[in-house]
Nanobody, 115 residues
Framework: QVQLVESGGGLVQPGGSLRLSCAAS????????VGWYRQAPGKQRDLVAD???????NYADSVKGRFTISRDNAKNTVILQMNSLKPEDTAVYYC?????????WGQGTQVTVST
């Protein structure tokens, strides 16, 4: 079992930056693909970015060039650095780990981009 705790959300103006962090408990963190998803009100939960156990990163087209995902296996953490934020980035952001049949989610952290 893996437990995930997200932090770093908040209110930011358009063009600003936020850094989301996800701390994982449990063992074998390095063997998981870890990612960030987001869900805006009335919309489905969509992938923002993920990174494999081999450090291969994948991004949604809408965030390419603005967001960066990274992982620190020694600290069991995954970071999402978000720059040049736009109002359409407003959503609840969820951390996820997956490996084969196993899938776990964090509780989510709110990101609001507004003046």
């Amino acid at each position: 079992q893996v437990q995930l705790v997200e932090s770093g959300g908040g209110l930011v103006q358009p063009g600003g930056s936020l850094r989301l962090s996800c701390a994982a408990s449990g063992s074998s963190f390095s063997s998981y693909t870890v990612g960030w998803y987001r869900q805006a009100p009335g919309k489905q939960r969509d992938l923002v970015a993920d990174i494999t156990s081999g450090d291969s990163a994948n991004y949604a087209d809408s965030v390419k060039g603005r967001f960066t995902i990274s992982r620190d296996n020694a600290k069991n953490t995954v970071i999402l650095q978000m720059n040049s934020l736009k109002p359409e980035d407003t959503a609840v952001y969820y951390c996820n780990v997956r490996r084969a049949w196993y899938n776990a989610w964090g509780q989510g952290t709110q990101v609001t981009v507004s003046t």
